[in-house]
């Protein structure tokens, strides 16, 4: 079978003490979901605020995108705030709710350039305002780019998106919209908020935490699971093509032999 080889990065953005060696081209996941964790500790480790971990991460989500897009991957889905992450003080649930109208100013105009297009995953129901106008306008000026999509998962939590789906088809069956007879995995996935996505890849999880907190819980069924201890604020792209290459070595058998 025909192998692409590429040394793993655009040898301008490449840093010199790279590591992950090259990349099957042609065995790139085409979609691949990160949960971002470990900000808080990144920024305790460091006494500074918890927020300041925060802002740390925003400027990391750019450059990871960057990395993605330079080998292929379709779609990058990042877990940027759950359903449960209401919970946390409101100084800092306030504070992640304004990364977006700091990010999105920043970094739009290069990811125009590479043709990202921004989407979101999750409820916009409970954003404030700002955040909703400050993502909604990305979307609006990315909507016609073909090239990788940058998912936010914001506002999104797994059970309550299974909840939803599941209500969405009871309201079928009972407007005979629905034969129970003909559901299966193909149209229950149809009542998932990322129906037009395939499903993830690969999930990626920083900081040393071996859960999904609730993160795309039907989607990720299949996924190869990869972690590292490195706190997001510096999970950086050759830990990223670590995390590509780990996932070509690995034999996918969906339960079969
Ligand atoms: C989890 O770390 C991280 C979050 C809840 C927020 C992640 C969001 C970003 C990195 C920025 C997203 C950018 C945009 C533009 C929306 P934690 O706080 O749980 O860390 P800890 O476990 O160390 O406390």
Redesign the pocket.
């Given at each position: 079978m025909l192998k692409l080889f590429k040394k793993w990065l655009n040898p301008t953005r490449r840093p010199a003490n790279a590591t992950a060696g090259d990349i099957e081209l042609d065995k790139v996941p085409a979609h691949v979901a990160i949960i971002?964790?470990?900000?808080?500790?990144?920024a305790?480790q460091r006494g500074l605020p918890?927020v300041a971990?925060?802002h740390s991460?925003?400027k990391?989500?750019k450059k990871i995108t960057m990395a993605a897009n330079d080998i292929g991957v379709k779609v990058l889905t990042?877990?940027?705030?759950?359903t449960e992450?209401w919970k946390r003080p409101k100084e800092e649930v306030e504070f992640?709710m304004k990364?977006?109208q700091e990010?999105?100013p920043l970094e739009i105009e290069e990811l125009i350039q590479n043709n990202v297009r921004i989407r979101m995953t999750g409820w916009k129901d409970g954003l404030p305002d700002y955040t909703l106008k400050a993502i909604e306008g990305a979307i609006e000026r990315t909507k016609d780019n073909t090239g990788l999509i940058l998912n936010?998962a914001?506002n999104y939590g797994g059970r309550k998106e299974i909840i939803a789906g599941v209500q969405d088809m009871m309201k079928d069956l009972q407007n005979g919209n629905l034969n129970p007879d003909e559901l299966n995995e193909s149209l229950f996935s149809s009542y998932m908020l990322t129906s037009d996505l395939p499903d993830p890849d690969l999930l990626i999880r920083t900081?040393g935490?071996l859960r999904l907190s609730n993160f795309l819980l039907w989607q990720l069924a299949y996924s190869e699971l990869w972690f590292t201890d490195a706190?997001?604020p510096e999970f950086t792209e050759d830990l990223f093509m670590q995390a590509i290459a780990e996932y070509q070595r690995r034999a996918r058998r969906y339960g079969g032999i």
């Open positions: 971002m964790d470990g900000n808080g500790r990144w305790k918890r971990g925060h991460g925003m990391n989500v990042m877990y940027a705030f759950s992450n992640l990364l977006p990010f999105f936010f914001l900081s935490e706190y997001w």
